[in-house]
């Protein structure tokens, strides 16, 4: 997997899919890694030039002492597009990958063909909820709330009877490092991009998820009614939609990238 230097941290990413394909940016959930994207990659690799990362504080990219703001998550994907020599491209990002997006639409426009925004809002949860979450992960360590995070990511019987993906996220969360996981939790806890929206004019789609407890689908039609012509689909899937709901998922991303716009 190579590794590349983009400002003050090392970034983790893998490319799959034809060269010279339309580029496809995905990026990860809080406490996931880019092999959230597993369900996805045999539809997408046949279609994208797919360039999966993970986020810093996660997976095998490092994790700078925090908190993170969303600039600095933003400006970690112009850095890996511009080490790629890609111009721009395609971005599908699910939960804080989503609002990494959002950031991108209102300030590199320049750098976006489409964006798909998957699970996600302008402003997610209360300062006191991320505050009591970063002092939990800081005294046990991500597996300390391991069930109950993915108690919101996936359906009970999902959990109880977990695909190798599901388990393999399990075990991803487990071990993603502590600091990199509260300095994320603080660049969502401090993000509010609700009234910034009316700049994004890129093509975009926007998933909710009807069971998602995270971000609510209120939240996904929020952003949908406050972005330019934006599209909106709603799936029977908890948070991860993209795993609980992965041919759904992966359907109405190929169509919304693929189809000609008017």
């Known amino acids: 997997m190579p590794i590349i230097q983009v400002a003050d941290t090392r970034i983790n990413y893998e490319i799959e899919g034809e060269p010279g394909a339309p580029a496809l940016v995905l990026s990860n959930s809080l406490g996931a890694s880019l092999e959230m994207w597993e369900p996805q990659m045999p539809v997408f690799s046949g279609r994208f030039r797919v360039i999966r990362y993970d986020t810093r504080g996660h997976g095998r990219s490092d994790a700078p002492p925090g908190p993170y703001s969303i600039d600095q998550l933003g400006k970690d994907v112009q850095g890996l597009?511009?080490?790629?020599?890609?111009?721009?491209?395609?971005?599908?990002?699910?939960?804080?990958?989503?609002?990494?997006?959002?950031?991108?639409?209102?300030?590199a426009p320049e750098r976006i063909d489409r964006l798909v925004l998957a699970n996600t809002a302008a402003k997610i949860g209360t300062a006191e909820m991320w505050n009591a979450r970063i002092e939990a992960v800081r005294k046990g360590g991500t597996a300390s709330i391991a069930q109950a995070v993915l108690s919101r990511w996936f359906t009970p019987a999902m959990i109880e009877q977990p695909t190798p993906v599901v388990s393999q996220m399990r075990k991803t969360f487990?071990?993603?490092?502590?600091?990199?996981?509260?300095?994320?939790?603080?660049?969502?806890?401090?993000?509010?991009?609700?009234?910034?929206?009316?700049?994004?004019?890129?093509?975009?789609?926007?998933?909710?998820?009807?069971?998602?407890?995270?971000?609510?689908?209120?939240?996904?039609?929020?952003?949908?009614?406050?972005?330019?012509?934006?599209?909106?689909?709603?799936?029977?899937?908890?948070?991860?939609?993209?795993?609980q709901a992965a041919g759904a998922f992966s359907q109405a991303v190929v169509q919304f990238l693929t189809h000609r716009m008017e």
Not at 83 to 107: D, E, R, T, Y
């Open 81 to 107: 597009l511009d080490h790629l020599s890609i111009v721009h491209a395609n971005f599908c990002g699910l939960s804080m990958g989503g609002a990494i997006g959002i950031w991108l639409g209102i300030n």
């Open 174 to 243: 487990e071990r993603t490092s502590s600091d990199g996981y509260a300095a994320c939790c603080a660049a969502v806890r401090d993000m509010d991009l609700r009234y910034s929206l009316g700049r994004i004019h890129r093509p975009t789609l926007v998933i909710s998820g009807t069971e998602d407890l995270a971000t609510p689908p209120a939240d996904g039609r929020y952003l949908a009614d406050h972005i330019d012509k934006a599209r909106y689909v709603e799936l029977d899937a908890p948070h991860l939609s993209n795993v």
